[in-house]
């Protein structure tokens, strides 16, 4: 890659990020707006949404619920997520064309109305309101995202080299972890991150079948907007945004710097057989 | 000469309620009123009651709820607090799937919502005869079926941003004047404007039809429609829209929060919105005698003028005094009190699938 | 081989098995859901309340009635053009950031794609507002630079939601894409240099076809997304961007569960057909770019 090439992505990559985070420093700006509705530039600025903030008892509880539910759903999403995807990508049975329609299905139905009919079906269970049919919904509603990344990068894992690996000895299921899995590493995380995301979101379906003495935070934050219309919200999304900077500049602390991309897949670069470049 | 309320009345006057709220109100019963008709259960009860999810209209009921629960210990009253669109459907499904186990036990509802659960066999009958207080309620907050009870009325008029809009809009037909053309917004979706079209082109609730027609032909008076209250603040705060019709009590509220905006019942006389307390199908007995109960005294004179204050609605208890700065606001004028319009929610429930529709098709795809 | 002498290679029966704990939470939840709304489907309802008996008239209004057709029609325009616009510009993001040597700047770049996601899309559209009004910041830049006379209409409009709707589905296409050219081998790149084919070659004919895998995936997310979105086309469409979500939403508010759960299907046909067609399009590139290695 020549440095001009090099500095073209980089511009590139500068234009995106700042239409990415355009809207978000709006959003941390009007966090510290003096007045309630939205005067644009702020007439002034003040902590006042911070300290509104504080006083609200609703968000503390609901903030934790959400990540509860959403990293209960994201393991759940992706070991059933990595398993179905190896059932399509590497097997062969019939019926697999629906079973693929099915795992994209919930993507794609409107959210409020699989709220709407959870609703009738927790009410007639009497199990409305738990958190486990919480964490149920949300993994069903995440579980097209992990399967989808998962098997595309599946396609691209060999699995000559597992079979190679089985031939020296080792059991499919070991084979698979320490041949396969690694290669997939940067799909696990971005089907975690994303899954994750999409959880702790999740409001139009959330906001069906929640109890209202247990809102999860985007719920919680819907309930909020339609009382009060000043930038309380804002000020959350601020600390959310910052609280998000916050770990992954821990993460690179623990990590190393270069560790966290290594995290993410760059050291796989590395032919796991030598000679396998040649191929 | 309306009085114009300056945010520095608004917060007096609703810390004078409170402040009043607390000493006892305006002398009248201070100590719980008698039992209805029969006893109050003594075991323990528990009881949900619905509350508007909007501004400070959670207010009086968390107060009175409080207060409730200190002097009956075996009663517990817990709050659901939702919006109409959420929050019906729900109990509805509920009704369906359990009816021996509502969502709610009693709350309060608008009108359109009341009219909707008499279609669904949703509230019981009010035995007012066992409600001390329902006496003082003026007559057309009562029910000839008894299916609930008034306890305040908000009104729909125009609501108009002061720094953009002079002089202000006087009448319905401000919305449709060319001189505001590209300048009106409306709610998702709102058919009262159709209404007063419809019986100003010879038709009616009965009868839409012409109001559709003449919006369809006027709907570039609308720059957006808005779903959310914080865009609804928003559009019209910042002159993307700053003409609209919408309810007394969120008007003042935001007007309340620093934003300029006004509003003024048109002269041909504002839309009067009943709030109506109801008790909800399928309550056991003991929750019934409770719900009984927890209704007369909302209707008190007391707790009916602390509804009126934190949500700014018309109180339904004739005793009730409104503090000076409430009554000089021009919604609870003498004048326009008395040319409130009313309409039959029963017609409006029947054909909200219907209106609902006719508003994307004819005007929402027009704009 | 172990693979059993009469079944074809790669024939697991036991496929089932690994499917069990996906199939099993989908058919909890999300397939007794199905079943509920598809027994609405059938349910009258007149005047607004739910009458006794069934009916398919539910069926017949829908897919006879223009206006929903007119609703269907703008919904896969929006799906549409956002996956076009996502493939457009993710694509080559992901490119950037996969190619970024210095790890700082590959993290900022992942954070501000990841970023977004955390603030709700309320809070978000009022961010949206200021930045496409009519005085907005946007317009403001163009009438200053006199490309436009008078103030370009984006926000409450088409072109609104679909730059909202790319802004919040954009880390949809990057990550998958970025995930596949991580798997890419790199002496393939070097492989094609030493055959003699400048930069441009490469990666049409040897980064782009082996990654096509990962665009599919992308365009998969984001067509599926953006067909299903409600709240973004509600906010900053001002009422003019009329979607299928947004009517099944009204519908349950109104109370119209048979026909929300009709549109619901509907809408879920649509996906799988879209979806289905842009597999079979992309079959055969796909499979070259597995056979390839």
């Given at each position: 890659m020549t440095?001009?090439?090099?500095?073209?992505?980089?511009?590139?990559?500068?234009a995106?990020?700042?239409?990415?985070l355009?809207p978000?420093?709006?959003?941390?700006v009007n966090s510290?707006?003096?007045?309630?509705y939205?005067?644009w530039?702020?007439?002034?600025?003040s902590?006042?949404?911070?300290?509104?903030?504080?006083?609200?008892?609703?968000?503390?509880?609901?903030?934790?619920?959400?990540?509860?539910v959403?990293?209960v759903?994201?393991?759940?999403a992706?070991?059933a997520?990595?398993?179905a995807?190896?059932?399509l990508?590497?097997?062969?049975f019939?019926?697999?064309?629906?079973?693929?329609g099915?795992?994209?299905?919930?993507?794609?139905?409107?959210?409020v109305?699989?709220g709407m009919?959870?609703?009738t079906l927790?009410?007639r269970?009497?199990?409305?309101?738990?958190?486990?049919?919480?964490?149920?919904?949300?993994t069903?509603?995440?579980?097209?995202?992990?399967?989808t990344?998962i098997s595309?990068?599946?396609?691209?894992?060999?699995?000559?080299?597992?079979?190679?690996?089985?031939?020296l000895g080792?059991?499919?299921?070991?084979?698979?972890?320490?041949?396969a899995?690694p290669?997939?590493?940067?799909?696990?995380?971005?089907a975690?991150v994303?899954?994750?995301?999409?959880s702790?979101?999740e409001?139009?379906?959330?906001?069906?079948?929640?109890?209202?003495a247990?809102?999860?935070l985007?719920?919680?934050?819907?309930?909020?907007?339609?009382?009060?219309q000043?930038?309380t919200l804002a000020?959350?999304?601020?600390?959310?945004?910052?609280a998000?900077?916050?770990l992954?500049?821990?993460?690179?602390?623990?990590f190393?710097?270069?560790g966290?991309?290594?995290?993410?897949?760059?050291?796989?670069r590395?032919?796991?057989?030598?000679?396998?470049?040649?191929? | 000469?309306?009085?114009?309320?300056?945010?520095?009345?608004?917060?007096?006057?609703?810390?004078?309620?409170?402040?009043?709220?607390?000493?006892?109100?305006?002398?009248?019963?201070?100590?719980?009123?008698?039992?209805p008709?029969?006893?109050?259960?003594?075991?323990?009860?528990?009881?949900?009651?619905?509350?508007?999810?909007?501004g400070?209209l959670?207010k009086?009921?968390?107060?009175?709820a409080?207060?409730?629960m200190?002097?009956?210990?075996?009663?517990?009253?817990?709050?659901?607090?939702?919006?109409n669109?959420?929050?019906?459907?729900?109990?509805?499904?509920?009704?369906?799937t359990?009816?021996?186990?509502?969502?709610?036990?009693?709350?309060?509802?608008?009108?359109?919502?009341?009219?909707?659960?008499?279609?669904d066999?949703?509230?019981?009958r009010?035995?007012?005869?066992a409600?001390s207080?329902?006496?003082?309620?003026?007559?057309?907050?009562?029910?000839?079926?008894?299916?609930?009870?008034?306890?305040?009325?908000?009104?729909?008029?125009?609501?108009?941003?002061t720094r953009?809009i002079?002089?202000?809009?006087?009448s319905w037909?401000?919305?449709?004047d060319?001189?505001?053309?590209?300048k009106?917004?409306?709610?998702?979706y709102?058919?009262y404007?159709?209404?007063?079209?419809?019986?100003?082109?010879g038709?009616?609730?009965?009868?839409m039809?012409?109001?559709?027609?003449?919006?369809?032909a006027?709907?570039?008076?609308?720059?957006t429609?808005?779903t959310s209250?914080p865009?609804?603040?928003?559009?019209?705060?910042?002159?993307?829209?700053?003409?609209?019709?919408?309810?007394?009590?969120?008007?003042l509220?935001?007007?309340?929060?620093?934003?300029?905006?006004e509003?003024?019942?048109?002269?041909e006389?504002?839309?009067?919105?009943?709030?109506?307390l109801?008790?909800?199908?399928?309550?056991?007995?003991?929750?019934?005698?409770?719900?009984?109960?927890?209704?007369?005294?909302?209707?008190?004179?007391?707790?009916?003028?602390?509804?009126?204050?934190?949500?700014v609605?018309?109180?339904?208890?004739?005793?009730?005094?409104l503090?000076?700065?409430?009554?000089?606001?021009p919604?609870?004028?003498?004048?326009?009190?008395?040319?409130l319009?009313?309409?039959?929610?029963?017609?409006?429930?029947r054909?909200?699938?219907?209106?609902?529709?006719k508003w994307?098709?004819?005007?929402?795809a027009n704009? | 081989?172990?693979?059993?002498?009469r079944?074809?290679?790669?024939w697991?029966?036991?496929?089932?098995l690994?499917?069990?704990?996906a199939?099993?939470?989908?058919v909890?939840f999300f397939?007794?859901?199905?079943?509920?709304?598809?027994?609405?489907?059938?349910?009258?309802f007149?005047?607004?309340?739910?009458?006794?008996?069934?009916?398919?008239?539910?069926f017949?209004?829908?897919?006879?009635?223009?206006?929903?057709?007119?609703?269907?029609?703008?919904t896969?325009?929006l799906?549409?053009?956002?996956?076009?616009?996502c493939?457009?510009?993710g694509y080559?993001?992901?490119?950037?950031?996969?190619?970024?040597?210095?790890?700082?700047?590959?993290?900022?770049?992942?954070?501000?794609?990841?970023?977004?996601?955390?603030?709700?899309v309320?809070?978000r559209?009022?961010g949206?507002?200021l930045?496409?009004?009519?005085?907005?910041?946007?317009?403001?830049?163009?009438?200053?630079?006199?490309?436009?006379?008078t103030?370009?209409?984006?926000l409450?409009e088409?072109s609104?939601?679909?730059i909202?709707?790319?802004?919040i589905?954009?880390?949809f296409?990057v990550?998958?894409?970025?995930?596949?050219?991580?798997?890419?081998d790199?002496?393939?790149?070097?492989?094609?240099?030493d055959?003699g084919?400048?930069?441009l070659?490469?990666?049409?004919?040897?980064?782009?076809?082996?990654?096509v895998?990962?665009?599919?995936?992308?365009?998969?997310?984001?067509?599926?997304?953006?067909?299903?979105?409600?709240?973004?086309?509600s906010?900053?469409?001002?009422?003019?961007?009329?979607?299928?979500?947004?009517?099944?939403y009204?519908?349950?508010?109104?109370?119209?569960?048979?026909?929300?759960?009709v549109e619901?299907?509907?809408?879920?046909?649509?996906a799988?057909?879209?979806?289905?067609?842009?597999?079979?399009?992309?079959?055969g590139?796909?499979?070259?770019s597995?056979?390839a290695?």
């Amino acid at each position: 890659m020549t440095s001009s090439g090099h500095r073209i992505l980089g511009l590139l990559l500068g234009a995106v990020a700042a239409f990415m985070l355009a809207p978000i420093a709006i959003v941390i700006v009007n966090s510290f707006n003096s007045v309630p509705y939205g005067a644009w530039p702020p007439p002034g600025y003040s902590l006042r949404w911070y300290v509104n903030l504080s006083q609200q008892t609703d968000f503390g509880d609901a903030a934790v619920r959400s990540l509860v539910v959403g990293a209960v759903a994201t393991a759940l999403a992706l070991v059933a997520g990595t398993l179905a995807s190896l059932a399509l990508v590497r097997f062969r049975f019939p019926g697999k064309a629906a079973i693929n329609g099915l795992l994209l299905a919930p993507m794609v139905v409107p959210k409020v109305a699989i709220g709407m009919a959870a609703f009738t079906l927790f009410v007639r269970l009497h199990v409305y309101g738990t958190l486990w049919t919480l964490m149920i919904a949300h993994t069903a509603l995440i579980l097209p995202f992990a399967v989808t990344i998962i098997s595309g990068a599946l396609l691209r894992v060999r699995p000559e080299l597992e079979q190679a690996a089985q031939d020296l000895g080792a059991s499919p299921a070991r084979a698979f972890l320490t041949v396969a899995l690694p290669q997939l590493r940067r799909a696990l995380v971005a089907a975690a991150v994303l899954s994750f995301v999409v959880s702790f979101d999740e409001v139009d379906a959330s906001i069906f079948m929640v109890s209202h003495a247990d809102p999860t935070l985007p719920v919680a934050m819907y309930n909020y907007m339609q009382k009060y219309q000043d930038p309380t919200l804002a000020a959350l999304s601020t600390i959310l945004v910052a609280a998000t900077l916050l770990l992954a500049v821990l993460l690179l602390r623990s990590f190393g710097i270069s560790g966290l991309s290594e995290m993410v897949g760059r050291a796989q670069r590395q032919p796991v057989i030598p000679g396998e470049a040649d191929a | 000469m309306a009085k114009q309320l300056t945010r520095r009345d608004f917060l007096i006057m609703t810390s004078a309620a409170a402040a009043l709220a607390a000493c006892g109100g305006t002398g009248a019963s201070r100590a719980a009123s008698p039992s209805p008709g029969g006893k109050l259960p003594k075991g323990p009860v528990t009881v949900t009651m619905f509350v508007f999810l909007g501004g400070d209209l959670g207010k009086m009921p968390k107060a009175f709820a409080q207060d409730y629960m200190s002097r009956h210990r075996n009663v517990k009253i817990e709050i659901y607090e939702d919006s109409n669109t959420v929050g019906y459907p729900k109990m509805l499904a509920a009704k369906q799937t359990t009816p021996n186990q509502p969502l709610v036990n009693f709350g309060f509802f608008n009108a359109q919502t009341t009219a909707q659960g008499i279609l669904d066999g949703m509230w019981n009958r009010l035995d007012y005869d066992a409600m001390s207080n329902v006496k003082d309620v003026l007559p057309i907050f009562r029910r000839e079926d008894r299916y609930g009870i008034g306890v305040g009325s908000d009104q729909l008029g125009l609501v108009y941003n002061t720094r953009l809009i002079s002089p202000a809009p006087t009448s319905w037909t401000d919305l449709w004047d060319s001189k505001y053309k590209g300048k009106v917004t409306f709610f998702d979706y709102y058919w009262y404007p159709v209404y007063i079209a419809a019986k100003m082109n010879g038709g009616g609730l009965q009868n839409m039809q012409p109001g559709w027609d003449f919006w369809k032909a006027h709907a570039k008076q609308i720059r957006t429609i808005v779903t959310s209250n914080p865009q609804y603040l928003d559009v019209l705060s910042n002159g993307t829209a700053p003409l609209t019709s919408y309810f007394n009590g969120t008007a003042l509220q935001w007007k309340g929060g620093g934003a300029p905006l006004e509003y003024v019942p048109p002269r041909e006389g504002a839309i009067s919105v009943p709030v109506y307390l109801q008790s909800v199908q399928g309550n056991t007995n003991d929750q019934n005698e409770v719900v009984t109960d927890i209704i007369n005294q909302m209707l008190s004179p007391k707790w009916n003028q602390q509804w009126a204050v934190t949500s700014v609605e018309v109180p339904t208890n004739q005793k009730v005094q409104l503090p000076d700065a409430m009554r000089s606001l021009p919604a609870f004028q003498r004048a326009t009190v008395e040319k409130l319009q009313t309409v039959d929610w029963t017609v409006v429930a029947r054909n909200n699938a219907d209106w609902r529709q006719k508003w994307d098709q004819d005007i929402k795809a027009n704009i | 081989m172990r693979a059993p002498a009469r079944r074809p290679a790669g024939w697991r029966p036991d496929g089932y098995l690994f499917l069990l704990p996906a199939l099993s939470v989908l058919v909890l939840f999300f397939l007794a859901a199905m079943a509920v709304l598809l027994s609405f489907s059938f349910e009258r309802f007149v005047g607004g309340r739910f009458l006794p008996g069934t009916t398919t008239g539910n069926f017949t209004t829908f897919l006879g009635g223009h206006y929903y057709w007119s609703v269907i029609a703008t919904t896969v325009k929006l799906g549409t053009v956002t996956t076009f616009l996502c493939a457009l510009i993710g694509y080559p993001t992901a490119y950037a950031l996969n190619a970024m040597r210095r790890p700082l700047v590959r993290n900022l770049g992942y954070f501000a794609l990841f970023a977004p996601l955390l603030t709700s899309v309320i809070v978000r559209s009022y961010g949206w507002s200021l930045l496409l009004g009519d005085h907005g910041f946007i317009n403001q830049i163009l009438l200053s630079l006199h490309v436009v006379r008078t103030p370009v209409p984006m926000l409450y409009e088409f072109s609104g939601v679909v730059i909202a709707l790319v802004h919040i589905l954009l880390p949809f296409m990057v990550f998958p894409v970025v995930s596949v050219l991580g798997q890419l081998d790199p002496a393939l790149k070097l492989a094609s240099a030493d055959l003699g084919a400048n930069r441009l070659q490469t990666f049409f004919r040897v980064t782009l076809p082996l990654t096509v895998q990962g665009l599919v995936v992308g365009c998969e997310l984001v067509f599926a997304l953006s067909i299903s979105a409600f709240a973004t086309p509600s906010l900053l469409g001002g009422g003019r961007v009329q979607v299928l979500p947004a009517l099944i939403y009204n519908e349950v508010g109104g109370l119209n569960w048979p026909l929300a759960a009709v549109e619901s299907y509907a809408l879920l046909v649509l996906a799988l057909a879209v979806i289905g067609i842009f597999t079979l399009l992309l079959r055969g590139p796909v499979a070259r770019s597995r056979g390839a290695t």
